[in-house]
């Protein structure tokens, strides 16, 4: 999945300085190229991101790709998306929900 003007992507590599130490919650997408479910979240999470950006961070992180974040943070299974407050898990999502219920999920990180 390209990167868009409003979703980032995270590899192993800058996943401490992108996505632990940013000063705003950031959602973090764990996908991978052959997940169908996580290529139905994708124009879900573009969408929130271009709507919230100010308040959140949408991160895509290719378990295939980075695997030593995604075995670090145990994901088991795909789509998974966890949102990092100050360097910690404060929500996880497991599989790909409509939009209106992902909103649900991110109220609190998005107002």
Request: aromatic share 6%.
């Amino acid at each position: 999945m390209a990167d868009s003007p409003n979703v980032i992507t995270v590899t192993d590599a800058d996943f401490e300085e992108k996505v632990l130490r940013s000063d705003k919650p950031v959602l973090v997408d764990f996908w991978a190229e052959w997940c169908g479910p996580c290529r139905q979240v994708a124009p879900i999470l573009e969408a929130i991101a271009k709507e919230h950006g100010d308040r959140i961070t949408i991160a895509k992180l290719n378990v295939d790709q980075n695997p030593d974040t995604a075995v670090a943070y145990n994901v088991t299974g795909i789509p998974l998306m966890n949102v990092y407050v100050k360097g910690e898990v404060a929500t996880s999502i497991k599989g790909a929900k409509p939009r209106r219920l992902l909103e649900q999920d991110l109220a609190d990180y998005i107002g």
